[in-house]
């Protein structure tokens, strides 16, 4: 375990019984992961985690689970090794098995030891690598919901075992009123009708019993997919190329992941009852041909009217629910954007514009909404309709026969129950006709998406081992980000050797940021070879390639937690020495943090993120760089909210990483120019000058 980070290890062995397991278990299933991954892989607070986190866990790093409830001594050579959680003590890892004797990792004690078969009861976890060929995450999933659909036919197939069952006790009880008025009442017998009722109540608690059950099963469905799709979904969405995901507004990007949460809210909702039940409405219309003879056609003729609706009005349906969600995600993204920018557009007096531009999307998304209600109203008022007329039909067809002798009044009154349990789920399930557009689209959108390729070509039990030097090389690089925009960059070309510092300047929209974006491998130049230590970036995987590089972007970027975690976010192994380092070159940063009530444990939230300055936040993401363990250190505008004090420590603290590490420095400020050793000066994304900074820097200045 000497790959895996010291810090990874001692927040597993003070976490829970299942937590502590984690490790012994990779050593035995023979894991040899880097220790980033399997951090990447755990849950947000490992030190409580449970069987559910753990399967989860170990299917990030490619190892399918599955749960037995066994006893420990049927545990056998071919399931070792896996997790046992008995029902009373601690976890255990049974890493090998002979014909007496199990050899374990012991949660409780730390150690592992033999200890004797037993009858103890409990739950073992088993595990196999998966088919890299086959479920690779890092490989385009082509069908992938139906795929993961077929991992649930085993809990599909016992609910339609279930509704079969369920469609054959809904006539139980018809047969039992029409007997009760055709026998009973004839007979006069008081005894019987007690039998009767105690029969009765004895299949309507067997019928209630098998809905439960099924909505269970339909509920661990919705639970389980929701959880798979939320995870693979967010997954493939880090790892997209960032020209996939930095062209679209953040607003579309929420509204596409909050239109998958649909799928999950289906299959866990009662539509997807009422239409898993319609095939099974051809029993009961059978049980009603038995019963009352003619009258079955009455029903079996609805049935046939609701399909032919059903087609007629399915273009008019993907029309309002295609408008409708592209009018919903237009409101919500113009939103994010209002209140992303709400400072700029009140220093800028522009509130009037931005209402107007509110009130017309705002008017097109209710129309959209009011058609698609319209639609609604409109099939929910001929499923009414029809259901009623049914009904009534049935009853007219039902009463002749009665009265003409062909039928009795049991069968009579036992046909309408019938016909009222067939229309019934009928009409609800067309009245939840108009989501399966919705979904069967939502279900497109995650193929589309799991489709598509990633960034991320290394498996997750590879190690990354690569270490760069930091010899940095543009050549004739051009890079253009539409087809019909100008060039962001046009033949482009430099070299920066190792432990050399590379000075980036331009006015803005020069082409700065766009040098930065491609060594980290964020866009691919269209003509020209980006190198690092003479490799093509294109052939070293972009994630690998990031660990590689401290960042820091022109925007000061936070997230929700500690001080301390988002200063480990860039190195979660760092020791407090390491942060301590770090944040000693930058001035003021670490005395601002222990002054504070809290000290590294305050927290940055969305409510509480004004409570810090500008300055604060910048030095925070510059401390993040210096605390990464990298030797390629970029810089976007690092002088962006920082005072003049300020930026000269930080230039100090550039110039001591000189030699040791290559720095790329895009920057405006005059004063840092002292501590580069190149110069590139851009112009319209041409270079205008480069080689030795003090020479370019003063045709620059000049």
Request: charged share 20%; with cysteine.
């Amino acid at each position: 375990m000497n790959t895996l980070g010291k810090r990874t290890a001692l927040s597993l062995a003070n976490g829970n019984d299942i937590a502590r397991c984690l490790l012994p278990l990779l050593d035995a299933l023979g894991w040899h992961g880097d220790h980033s991954h399997l951090q990447e892989a755990m849950p947000h607070l490992p030190e409580t985690m449970s069987i559910t986190d753990f399967l989860n866990t170990l299917a990030n790093l490619k190892f399918e689970g599955r749960l037995y409830n066994i006893y420990l001594n049927a545990i056998d050579q071919r399931t070792a090794p896996c997790l046992f959680v008995p029902k009373r003590g601690n976890a255990i890892v049974v890493v090998a098995v002979n014909a007496e004797m199990l050899l374990v990792y012991d949660s409780q004690s730390g150690e592992y030891r033999h200890i004797p078969r037993s009858k103890q009861n409990g739950v073992a976890v088993l595990f196999q690598a998966m088919d890299k060929n086959a479920r690779s995450l890092l490989k385009q999933q082509p069908e992938w919901f139906r795929r993961v659909m077929l991992r649930f036919r085993h809990v599909v197939s016992h609910a339609a075992a279930v509704s079969l069952l369920i469609s054959i006790l809904s006539f139980v009880s018809p047969l039992f009123v029409g007997f009760i008025y055709d026998g009973v009442m004839v007979s006069g017998s008081p005894d019987s009708l007690l039998y009767l009722g105690t029969g009765m109540l004895f299949f309507v608690l067997a019928d209630a019993g098998f809905r439960f059950l099924r909505s269970h099963l339909f509920l661990y469905v919705s639970s389980r997919l929701g959880n798979i799709i939320g995870n693979e979904v967010f997954r493939r969405l880090l790892f997209l190329p960032p020209a996939f995901t930095e062209t679209a507004n953040v607003g579309a990007q929420v509204a596409r992941i909050k239109d998958f949460e649909t799928v999950r809210e289906f299959f866990g909702g009662q539509a997807l009852i009422a239409l898993f039940e319609l095939p099974f409405m051809l029993i009961l219309i059978l049980a009603l041909l038995f019963i009352g003879g003619r009258v079955a056609l009455v029903p079996l003729g609805a049935m046939l009217l609701f399909i032919a609706f059903g087609f007629a009005i399915m273009p008019a349906v993907r029309r309002n629910n295609l408008t409708t969600a592209q009018s919903g995600s237009e409101k919500q993204s113009f939103v994010l954007e209002l209140l992303a920018n709400m400072r700029a557009i009140r220093c800028a007096g522009s509130s009037s514009i931005w209402l107007r531009r509110y009130r017309d999307i705002s008017n097109q998304a209710a129309q959209d909404s009011f058609a698609m209600a319209r639609l609604n109203a409109l099939i929910n008022a001929f499923s009414y309709g029809l259901v009623t007329c049914s009904g009534l039909v049935t009853l007219m067809v039902g009463v002749h026969d009665a009265i003409i002798g062909t039928m009795s009044v049991g069968s009579l009154v036992a046909s309408m129950m019938l016909v009222w349990r067939i229309l019934a789920p009928l009409g609800t399930g067309f009245s939840v006709f108009t989501q399966v557009g919705r979904i069967m689209r939502s279900i497109g959108q995650v193929d589309r998406l799991m489709n598509m390729g990633l960034e991320n070509r290394q498996e997750a039990n590879l190690v990354i081992a690569r270490r760069f030097q930091g010899r940095l090389a543009f050549n004739d690089v051009s890079i253009r980000y539409q087809p019909d925009a100008p060039a962001a960059l046009l033949n482009v070309k430099f070299v920066v050797d190792p432990g050399e510092v590379l000075i980036l300047v331009g006015h803005d929209g020069a082409g700065k940021t766009t040098v930065l974006k491609l060594l980290l491998g964020l866009y691919s130049p269209q003509v020209g070879r980006v190198l690092l230590d003479n490799i093509n970036v294109r052939q070293i995987d972009p994630v690998q390639l990031r660990h590689a590089i401290g960042y820091a972007p022109k925007d000061n970027f936070s997230f929700y937690g500690s001080l301390l975690q988002n200063l480990k976010f860039s190195n979660t192994n760092a020791s407090d020495a390491d942060v301590t380092r770090a944040l000693q070159r930058v001035v003021g940063l670490e005395e601002e943090i222990l002054a504070m009530p809290e000290g590294f444990d305050t927290r940055i939230k969305i409510d509480t993120m004004s409570q810090f300055s500008a300055s604060f936040l910048k030095r925070l993401c510059l401390a993040r760089v210096f605390l990464r363990d990298a030797r390629i250190l970029l810089f976007d505008e690092p002088e962006t909210g920082l005072s003049a004090g300020e930026i000269l420590r930080l230039r100090d603290s550039l110039a001591e990483l000189r030699g040791e590490y290559t720095v790329v420095l895009a920057t405006h400020e005059p004063s840092l120019f002292a501590i580069a050793d190149k110069m590139l000066w851009l112009e319209s994304g041409r270079v205008k000058s480069f080689g030795n900074a003090l020479d370019v820097s003063q045709k620059y200045l000049g």
